[in-house]
C-alpha cells in the first residue's frame, strides 16, 4: 500500500517460511566471521542496534561507504547473497521502481533498540538524485517505524512494522527522515523463534 509519493508499505509480505530461512542467514550473518558489531558515531555516542553492512561497509565515524571496516576491525564487508539482491529488486518492482542493491545494512534490536530519526544520504549523489530506492525488511519484533518529511521538523507519522513486512521508499520520498523510536517486545511470530528485531536496509551505491 502507497502511504506517501514514492513510500510503500506492503505488510506481510513474507511467508513465515521466508522469515524464518531469512532469519537462520541473519543469525548465521551476525555470529559469523566477520560478526555485527555496536557502532560507535561521529560524536563519540554508540549506536542502539548491532550492525553488519554486506556488500559495502558504511562507517559511522566517517558516514562514507568503503570495502573494509576501518572504524572497527579492518575487516572486509562480507557479500551481498545474490537471492537477497533478488528479493529486493523483486520488492523495488512491486513498488513500480528499480533497485540493483550493492549492499545490505543489517541490524539487530534488543529490547531496548532504537535508531533516532535520520535521513539515508550517503549513497552516491547520482543514486540519491535518480531517487533509487531503499528497500527494508522487518523480522521479528514489531518496530515503530518513524517516517517523516524531507525537513527534520516536518510531521513525522508513526507505523508499526511488523515481522515479514516490508517499506520501500524512492522517487520523492528517498530523502525523507525515518527512524525506529521503540521495539515492542515479544511480539514477534511465535513459530520464528527470534527475540528482538532484525532489519535489513538495501540500497544501489
Ligand atoms: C534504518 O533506517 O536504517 C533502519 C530502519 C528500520 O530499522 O526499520
Ligand atoms: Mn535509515
Redesign the pocket.
Known sequence: MQIAPGAFHFRGHLSLDAQRTLVAQCRALVDGAVPAYVPVVRGGGKMHVRMLCLGKHWNGKTYAYEPTRSDFDDLPAPPLPDEWKALARDLARTAGMTLEADLC?L?Y?GADGR?GL?Q?KDESARSLAAGVPVV?I?LGDT?R?LFGGLRRRDVVETLP?ESGDA?VFGGPARLRY???SRIIPGTAPPGLGLTGRF?L?FRQY
Do not use: C, E, K
Open positions: 545494512i541490524n534490536y535508531m535520520h539515508d527494508s522487518s518496530a517505524f512494522l517499506f525515518h527512524g525506529v532489519n536496509t
